[in-house]
């Protein structure tokens, strides 16, 4: 891969940023190292779906939702990059097009589908040339609300995120922003359209914040639990509404799912921080998977944390990758709530099919002998009936463009259910907190005493 030319882009769109451009420049090494990994990938399948087009769910929301916050979605709108329709309209149109992949086969539309409310329902996403990614694709809907992007909140704004699955090699394939822009640039019908929204011809930074203004239109709210909110008794079930206690209460949800644990958050359902709960954990020894991470990205460099994210087995590192803490080992966002039932399957790996397997995750505890673990993960001693009342809050997170399409999902889920519960352990569940290792790490790669003095 042509690193100098990542080089480049790195120093058009962060000019200013003296560390970063530094960063960038020094991603050669790792860059290379991964391309091996990404050649040797086992995971191949035979190309990427269809891309999907832009219909009426793809359209800029209305603000007036119940339930949406109207200053916050105000507030998320930075000064350098106002609002306008047609910038909005270019980036719609960029979101849905192929071109901007190094083949012309894969969009943003193909992982972020709005006819399954902007995820590919998949439990990792397929890029170019059919390779398979480490990740989940998380739905683009109330990301603006985000205060950091990806699963390890690895990208601060939306305009950062959305060059990097350009140039991911399991993405859109680009060896550079720089080319996706130049495909881009060579369509008159994309010329004309940048002239007048930017004042110039197609570049890294302008097609970036094209697709950022579009997300910023995609505010997800009007949901049945949003008029229950606003005093409408009727709107959610008896089973809903004893969810919601639940998980203000006993199933402990609201402490990461909420802004504060102090008040109820009817809704944002995060607390913009990352946590260790115990996914990726039993299939990776992440205490040998962090060494090895410490050696190949001592760089600090988003590009190549990007890719070791994507395509590696790193990836199962979470936030450690960005931060180097050991306390961060294995730790990921807490991701938004709304829509989660049509966002299936779940948590970073994608690794659980339906909400009761997540509830039985969380109500057994798992992951308890990994010393990394949050400390608010414990077993819940939740009864099935309480499980079920908490599946369906979640459910009524549904906004109203996804009522059909979310009852159609909750009769799956619930069919899955009845013959599969591979992450039930009732005894786990109502047993006692076990006790938790200490964290200890020590990497045979370089001992303390090889560090030079
Ligand atoms: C091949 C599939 C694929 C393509 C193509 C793709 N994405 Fe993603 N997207 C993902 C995956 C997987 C993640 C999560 C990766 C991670 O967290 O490390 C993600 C994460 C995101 C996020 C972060 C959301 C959050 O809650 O943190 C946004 C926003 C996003 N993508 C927008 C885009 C845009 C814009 C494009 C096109 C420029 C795009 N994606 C192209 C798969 C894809
Ligand atoms: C200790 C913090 C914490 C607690 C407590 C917690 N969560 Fe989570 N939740 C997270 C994090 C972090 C993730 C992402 C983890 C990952 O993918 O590795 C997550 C992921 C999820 C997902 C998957 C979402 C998706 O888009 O894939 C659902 C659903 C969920 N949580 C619901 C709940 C419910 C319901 C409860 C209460 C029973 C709960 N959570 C308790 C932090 C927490």
Known sequence: MPVGSQIRFCTTLLAGAAALTFACAIAEEASRNLEATVEASPQMSAKPPAIPAAGPLAEPKSLKQVGLPVEATRAAVPADNPQTPEKIALGQKLFFDGRLSVDGTVACSTCHDPARAFTDGRPASIGVKGRVGQRNAPTVLNALYNKTQFWDGRAKTLEEQAALPITNPSEMGQPNVDAAVAQIAALPEYQQVFRSVFGHPPSGPDLVRAIASYERTQFSFDSPFDHFIAGDKNAISESAKRGWELFNTRARCNKCHALTEEKRDATYFTDNDFHNIGIGIIRHDVVALACQAEQLINSGNTIAVDQAAIQTNMSALGRFLITKKDADIASFKTPDLRNVLITAPYFHDGSQETLWDVMDHYNKGDGI?????????????????????????????????????????????????RTNRSQRDTARAFGPKPTQPKPSRSCVTTPPEATPK
């Open 369 to 417: 002998h990994n010393p990394y673990l949050d400390a608010d993960m414990q077993p819940l001693a939740l009864s099935e009936g309480e499980i079920d009342d908490v599946v369906a809050l979640l459910a009524t997170l549904t906004s109203a463009q996804y009522t059909e399409h979310g009852v159609k999902e909750l009769a799956r889920q619930r069919e899955l259910s």
